[in-house]
């Protein structure tokens, strides 16, 4: 197991490296460019081609992504043009409140999937199933920015149950407690939002996965042997029919660094999602480049994650 790890690690690296030189170009081939962004369109030709040499855009394009992967390397992935902070400082405020977030609604998410999935297989063929499956088709299709603003109007509006954006009252001033009860309320709407897209495509995975194990060979030996029904499928076959959906699992949990970004947009959420949206709007390429880059970090790791949990579920699964 030590080797397998070190050798997809090491195979990572140059995978990572691939990946950041094509994001660095695509960025650098956006329309208008950092001129764009950066210099007063007043300035001369003279002065604008001064600061270009100064900052190094006058550089082959080479040369610029060399001079960047080198500090990215470092943690330093340059300074906003939005805002002229250093992106490090910017991704290490904003993210936080997308972990939180993108945690909870993972954690509500598997939990309610494998229970709708493990009913469904189970329920076959019955209404219960029938019922669930058409939720399930529900929820797969309807569009993301859909669903938040129908919560958003529903318990938010209509009903003013729950607030409809943001993470906290704003002009109030609130004890600990309280203000940690009003923040639990604005992040009940986002979760729901974000966790219903998760449920709806892992129940159905879920779903298929446990029918195919209850078929196995080993299943109806235990049922002969007289095992009961909630220890055979909650002990023999949830273990195995798990296994097909950590890749999916793990590769979406592999986003949490690009954030939620429709969700985050509709509720106003702080987060990686947002930050992505309004550096977009503005153009900051430092902050889009760095984003882009970490989210194939967080992919390619959870990835090898997944790898990890299917030996540790699965003492059959062995890597030489």
Not at 122 to 132: A, E, F, G, N
Not at 139 to 146: D, E, N, R, T, V
Not at 184 to 190: A, E, S, V
Not at 285 to 290: E, K, Q, R, S, T
Request: charge should be positive.
């Amino acid at each position: 197991m030590g080797r397998y790890i070190i050798r997809r690690i090491l195979q990572a690296i140059p995978l990572l490296f691939l990946l950041s030189l094509a994001m660095f170009g695509l960025i650098h081939l956006l329309p208008g460019g950092a001129d764009a962004v950066l210099f007063n369109p007043r300035l001369t030709a003279a002065a604008r081609a001064a600061l270009r040499v100064r900052m190094g855009l006058d550089d082959p394009f080479y040369i610029q992504y060399v001079k960047w992967i080198s500090a990215a390397l470092t943690g330093n992935f340059g300074y906003s043009f939005n805002t002229n902070e250093p992106v490090s400082t910017i991704l290490a405020r904003r993210f936080p409140a997308t972990l939180e977030l993108f945690g909870i609604a993972f954690l509500v998410a598997l939990a309610l999937a494998l229970l709708i999935g493990v009913i469904s297989a189970v329920r076959q063929r019955t209404i219960t199933d029938y019922s669930l499956t058409i939720l399930t088709y529900v929820g797969i299709s309807m569009p993301a920015f859909l669903l938040g603003l129908f919560l958003q109007d529903i318990f938010g509006v209509t009903l003013h149950w729950l607030p409809p954006s943001g993470t906290g009252s704003y002009g109030l001033s609130l004890p600990p407690f309280a203000s940690f009860i009003d923040h639990l309320r604005h992040l009940i709407l986002p979760v729901i939002a974000l966790s219903v897209l998760f449920i709806a495509g892992w129940s159905r995975y879920m779903r298929s996965s446990m029918i195919e194990v209850v078929k196995q060979d080993y299943m109806r030996t235990a049922r002969a042997k007289g095992v009961s029904p909630v220890q055979l499928y909650m002990r023999h076959a949830l273990r195995n029919a798990v296994i097909p959906l950590i890749t999916i699992v793990a590769l979406n949990f592999g986003e949490v660094a690009g954030g939620a970004t429709i969700t985050e947009g509709v509720f106003a959420w702080p987060g990686m999602g947002l930050l992505f949206i309004s550096s977009l709007n503005a153009r900051d390429y430092p902050v889009l480049i760095a984003m882009l880059v970490l989210s194939a970090f967080f992919v390619i790791a959870f990835n090898l994650v997944a790898d990890i949990l299917y030996a540790v579920i699965d003492p059959r699964i062995r890597y030489a």
